[in-house]
């Protein structure tokens, strides 16, 4: 992976097929042994959103690496007082080795990349959650394998997990067929970002029908209806949203091998009912826990 060494990751689209690949083996072979750090590295951690398992998960997979933390509450540092981004940039990339930052605008992300002079990982933003796709596709292929000819059937909010979704899918070769109301569908742009690197080879499918996503598929996968920021829209987006419910109907239509992944965290009984969160289909508890041997992998990567 030395290719990674130094680099930033704030999309899907910044690796390669086969760099992508090769992160996922790294991942599974990081979970399955034990890592004996060489030069213990600092990572910051500067999150503007709440976060329950993108912190956890990198705090613990960077001290298993033998490296340090350090929260960087906004609330707490001079970001939080008007800072310029630049600078406070410029100085973080004097401190850390590697800083992951969760936050809206993906522009802030690629502020900090141009100037911090240290890897930037995208935790999340309004436009992606890359981080969050590495352990789905981990999940998928510890379930099947192979990723390559799989069908991943996405039913919801064409969001940030979306569109990380529609590229991720696209690079190691998978189907993506997204569902989602019509005045929610995700951005054309990331679209034919996915259509481009398909080529042809698989499907990219964007509809407003969830029965004709399903159907025959191999994964099926939703998030909240409201994303971070969404909250006050969330009661105006129920009816909106409700045909879209990943319930036990629209499982019945998938392949009888199908797996259910959700990025958490899930409000159930709106976006997913309970009986499919809890039952044999489910996937979601692995697939929160591969956040961590992912997310340990994309920073040893990236640190070499």
Known sequence: MEALKGRDFLSMADLKRGELQSLLDLAAHLKAGSFNPRHPKVLGLLFYKASTRTRVSFSVAMYQLGGQVIDLNPSSTQVGRGEPLVDTARILGRYLDVLAIRTFA????????????????????DLEHPCQILADLLTIQERFRELAGLTLSYVGDGNNVAHSLLLGCALVGMN????????????SAVVQQAEAIAAGRTEVLVTTDPTLAVKGTQVVYTDVWASMGQENLASDRIPVFQPYQVNEELLDLADPGAIVLHCLPAHRGEEITDAVIEGPA???????????????????????
């Not at 993906?106 to 990349?113: G, P, R, T, V, W």
């Open 106 to 125: 993906q522009q802030d992300l690629e502020i900090f990349a141009r100037y911090a002079n240290i890897p930037v990982i995208n935790a999340l933003s």
């Open 176 to 187: 993506i067929r997204v569902a989602t109301p019509a005045e929610h569908q995700p951005l």
């Open 282 to 304: 489910s996937c979601v508890w692995d697939q929160a826990e591969n956040r961590l041997h992912a997310q340990k992998a994309l920073l040893a990567s990236l640190l070499d």
